[in-house]
Nanobody
C-alpha cells in the first residue's frame, strides 16, 4: 500500500509565502522513476496541474504560477516539495501530491489526501 501525505497548508496573506511537503511511504519501488507533481482544486473548479518534476529533475509549471512557485524533490527521503511565493487569493485551493509512473502494461498513479491553502487578508 502506497501512501502520500501532504503537509504545510494553511492561511496566508496575499503576497506571503508557504511551503508544502509530501512524503511517500509504503511499498513503492524506484521512487526516482516516478514523476512527482502538485495539483490543486478550488471550490467549484476542476483539479488542475500546478507543477511536476521528473526523476531527472525536469520541471513543468502551469503558467499562472511560473516565477512564483518552485517544485523540488528528495528521492532519498521520498519527499516532494512546493515552495509558493507571492501568493494570490486565486491560489486558494486544496493542494494534492501525486506520484505517477508507467510500467509494463500498467500505470502507477497515487494521490495524497490534500492540504488546504487559503490566501486571504
Amino acid at each position: 500500500q502506497v501512501q502520500l501525505v501532504e503537509s504545510g497548508g494553511g492561511l496566508v496573506q496575499p503576497g506571503g509565502s508557504l511551503g508544502l511537503s509530501c512524503v511517500v511511504s509504503g511499498s513503492i519501488f524506484g521512487i526516482s522513476d516516478y514523476d512527482m507533481g502538485w495539483y490543486r482544486q478550488a471550490p467549484g473548479k476542476k483539479r488542475e496541474l500546478v507543477a511536476t518534476i521528473t526523476g531527472r529533475l525536469n520541471t513543468n509549471y502551469t503558467d499562472s504560477v511560473k516565477g512564483r512557485f518552485t517544485i523540488s524533490r528528495d528521492n532519498a527521503k521520498k519527499m516532494v516539495y512546493l515552495r509558493m511565493n507571492s501568493l494570490k487569493p486565486e491560489d486558494t485551493a486544496v493542494y494534492y501530491c501525486n506520484a505517477f509512473a508507467r510500467g509494463y502494461q500498467k500505470t502507477y498513479d497515487y494521490w495524497g489526501q490534500g492540504t488546504q491553502v487559503t490566501v486571504s487578508s
